[in-house]
């Protein structure tokens, strides 16, 4: 088991690589000054920023299928003279070659509607996945990481606002004191106190 690592480089150009000594076979990659210990299409294409040129690097559950899985998306992303990895690190590729990838790539296109099981995207399917996050931002940890949606949480039903009650208009202590603190009756400006001694609300004609 190791790691994945994509390096950005010159010319639009992209590697991918596998090493299970950590960031040691990386610094080779990138090392400035010197002869290039790395591949050879780094040294043909060197990074053009050497402190932003390591563009991913996966978790240490990886394998040399990863490199070629992971190396296979990034051509399809890329195109296939942009990029090298996996088993394919020749800087010059064969026409025959070039179809040969041409039809993995095809393959390993997702199918109308479906998404990816590990990110939930829909511009390729597991065997192409590379992310390090899901689609819903989650950080992606594990190689066998399962997309799961996140559920919304379900609104609360809307609540019909009650109707505010009338207070009644009438008057205590026989039209002297402070207002009725009760309720008027349905149909009426006043409770059923006071009803009786108020004439009754006339109704509007249409």
Known sequence: MGQVYILRLRRGKWYVGYTDRGVVRVIEHIKKGGKFKGAKWTQKYPPENWESCLAEMSSDDHTKEDEDRITLAKMA????????GGQWCMVKMQPRTVKELESLIQKSRPKKGQVCGRCGRDSHNRAR????????????????????????????????AKAKKSRCKGR??????????LTAAKGSDYCRV????????KRSRR
């Open 194 to 201: 006071h009803a009786p001694y108020y004439p009754k609300k």
């Open 129 to 160: 996945c590379y992310a390090t996050t899901t689609v819903d931002g989650v950080s992606i940890t594990t190689k066998s990481w399962k997309y799961r949606p996140k559920t919304k949480a379900k609104a609360k039903p809307k609540t019909k």
């Open 77 to 84: 992303e890329h195109g296939i003279r942009n990029v090298r």
């Open 172 to 181: 205590t202590l026989y039209g002297t004191g402070p207002r009725c603190k």
